[in-house]
């Protein structure tokens, strides 16, 4: 079991740039999560897959962010023309089915 | 505004004495999950409680729900300072396996 791995591990960007994250799940779990989390708060849910269906996204996630699970394995979340709010730590999850959720390390954005 | 409240945000205490973290919603939930997360690196998870009422020990923690499934608290007896740590409870509603976090207790477990 290797986890939940993503990359890249930090990213510093400008402001206007766009960024790419990218999301290896546990290889059975067929549910993969990504959340977003600003220092000193809880994680706040983005969006979610089931194989490569995206079931849900957030409110929070704005016309500058996509998600994508192409062939229901890895994902990858992009955000257009960032913004220094967009500062974050992104967190990956996944799980089978119910399961509990298990977390990568996370990928923590800087937008100067 | 979080759908799940924390208290205290933030706890330091000395080695040896107890704490207790409190995560507080006006929502039901179908079952509540409490995680540990360390700087630079994603919760980990702790404890799941379905049951109203239910009370769960971890070694020195022991975790409790509410009767009405809407609160949880999270009590450690002689922290250490391993127990240093950002606690996060997390709810879930009926349908899926969304979490929903509450903001988080920083603990800091002095030597």
């Known amino acids: 079991d290797t986890g939940v791995s993503q990359n890249p591990r930090h990213k510093i960007t400008k402001r206007g740039q766009n960024v790419t994250f990218r999301c290896d799940p546990i290889s059975e779990h067929n549910r993969l999560y990504w959340y977003r989390q600003t220092l000193g708060q809880g994680p706040e849910f983005l969006t979610y897959?089931?194989?490569?269906?995206?079931?849900?996204k957030s409110r929070l996630l704005s016309d500058r962010f996509s998600a994508e699970r192409p062939k229901g394995s890895f994902s990858t979340l992009e955000i257009q023309r960032t913004e220094q709010g967009d500062s974050a730590m992104y967190l990956c999850?996944?799980?089978?089915?119910?399961?509990?959720?298990?977390f990568g390390n996370g990928t923590r954005l800087t937008v100067t | 505004t979080q759908l799940l409240e924390q208290s205290p945000q933030f706890l330091s205490i000395q080695e040896g004495e107890n704490l207790t973290v409190y995560c507080n919603s006006s929502s039901v939930f179908s079952s509540l999950q409490w995680y540990r997360q360390e700087p630079g690196e994603g919760p980990v998870l702790l404890v799941t409680v379905v049951t109203g009422g239910e009370v769960k020990k971890l070694k020195r923690l022991t975790f409790q729900f509410g009767d009405a499934r809407k609160d949880s608290s999270l009590h450690i007896t002689a922290a250490q300072p391993g127990d240093t740590g950002l606690y996060l409870c997390?709810?879930?509603?009926?349908?899926?396996?969304?979490?929903?976090f509450g903001g988080g207790t920083r603990v800091l477990v002095k030597p």
């Open positions: 897959f089931q194989n490569e269906a995206q079931l849900e």
């Open positions: 997390a709810g879930i509603k009926a349908a899926g396996n969304k979490l929903t």
């Open positions: 999850a996944s799980s089978f089915h119910n399961s509990p959720l298990h």
